[in-house]
């Protein structure tokens, strides 16, 4: 009769050359990882230096942050691979101790991973704790930060330097507008990466909010905007949805109200627009309003719908006293544009709200619909499931 319990030996064996490869393995991502560090830092000063050349092409300016991501999103990369490798590593360490019969030195930090005390990797930080080890996590992120954060404003001040060096109106479309658009989607595509990798459990849709300030800082962007853009309507709604998409895993008090009336009121605001303003004020064609309007009014409805759908922001039925609460949103909306008209001498920025332009009774009616389309918005999801139950059944 033969023995089929494997050679603790050679188990042993196994083991540590397995832990050599993670190890290995660790140490060459991490050196990968600030290989693309010093390489993103020294492209940075050296683009810059040559966007103020004089034969430095302007039209390529808004596609140099574009390889700064591109770097960035691979280091994250290795940054994931190696914690997790780094996770790997510690199990079958932990296996190594537990045979070597070590497990006590391991605990009071005088063998293995724990006696060579990681400074650098958060997930180890977090898990060993240790003294002091708030203040370390957080020397060991802010280098990281710091990086991720100079990209940011590297890209920012080159999407703007784009936009000054040409000036020319619609030429701008390819050498502006689409590098600009092409960054914004590229930071989108590097934040949900990252917040997949080092926040798992902080699920939101980045696609959301990036879209929302998106459109709140085009707006903003108009020189004929005679309103503060806190009181633009469509402002409000998609900050409300912001808010709503940061808080969605923490499903804080309210929650849904706020989500859903943010939903209501970027839907209702694009409606207005394609529905109301275009056909009485015409369709506006300068290079700031135009992309305002598309952001604001066809973008951001699209991808907030889109991200609903995709179930990172689903909405709940709505009980009948949510929905009520829901009508908080228009009615203080316009009590506090009226008050600021009357009182600031603030533009009405819509002419069927304006007492001025349009008759009570006409104001009177929008009201009413206005409240009918959030008590419809409010009510949705109870209509759609009574109408699959009465099909079921």
Not at 17 to 36: K, P, W
Not at 175 to 194: E, N, Q, R, T
């Amino acid at each position: 009769m033969t023995d089929d319990r494997p050679d603790p030996d050679a188990r042993t064996e196994a083991l540590s050359a397995l832990l050599q490869t993670e190890d290995a393995g660790i140490q060459n991502a991490s050196q990968v990882s600030m290989a693309l560090v010093g390489i993103v830092i020294a492209y940075l000063p050296v683009s810059v230096f040559a966007v103020y050349q004089a034969e430095f092409p302007t039209g390529l300016i808004g596609y140099l942050p574009w390889p700064v991501v591109f770097l960035m999103l691979y280091q994250t990369v290795m940054i994931a691979g190696t914690s997790r490798r780094a996770r790997s590593a510690q199990l079958i360490e932990d296996e190594l101790i537990k045979i070597a019969g070590l497990t006590g030195p391991s605990r009071r930090g005088l063998v293995g991973s724990r006696a060579r005390n990681p400074i650098t990797n958060l997930y180890t930080i977090v898990q060993e704790r240790g003294d002091r080890w708030v203040s370390r996590y957080i020397a060991a992120l802010l280098p990281f930060l710091g990086l991720y954060a100079l990209g940011v404003v590297y890209t920012f001040f080159m999407c703007i330097e784009a936009a000054r060096l040409n000036p020319d109106y619609p030429a701008r479309f390819w050498v502006v507008i689409i590098p600009v658009l092409g960054s914004v989607l590229l930071w989108s595509v590097f934040a949900d990466s990252a917040m997949s990798y080092f926040t798992p459990r902080y699920k939101i849709n980045i696609w959301v909010p990036v879209a929302a300030l998106t459109g709140i800082w085009l707006q903003a962007q108009q020189p004929d905007l005679t309103t503060p853009v806190p009181l633009l309507f469509s402002v409000v709604s998609a900050a409300l949805v912001t808010v709503a998409t940061f808080a969605w895993p923490l499903q804080p008090p309210g929650y849904q109200v706020i989500l859903r009336s943010g939903v209501a009121g970027i839907v209702l605001s694009a409606l207005a627009y394609w529905l109301v303003m275009v056909p009485t004020q015409g369709l506006r064609t300068d290079e700031p309003t135009m992309w305002a309007n598309i952001s604001m009014h066809l973008a951001t409805p699209l991808v907030v719908l889109l991200g609903i759908r995709a179930g990172q922001a689903a909405l709940r039925p709505l009980t009948m006293r949510q929905v009520l609460a829901m009508m908080i949103l228009p009615i203080a909306y316009v009590i506090t544009l009226w008050t600021a008209n009357a009182v600031l001498d603030v533009p009405i920025p819509y002419f069927f709200l304006d007492p001025d332009q349009t008759a009570p009774g006409v104001i009177a009616l929008i009201c009413v619909a206005v409240a009918g389309f959030y008590v419809g918005v409010g009510l949705i999801d109870r209509l759609v499931a009574q109408r699959r139950s009465g099909t079921t059944s």
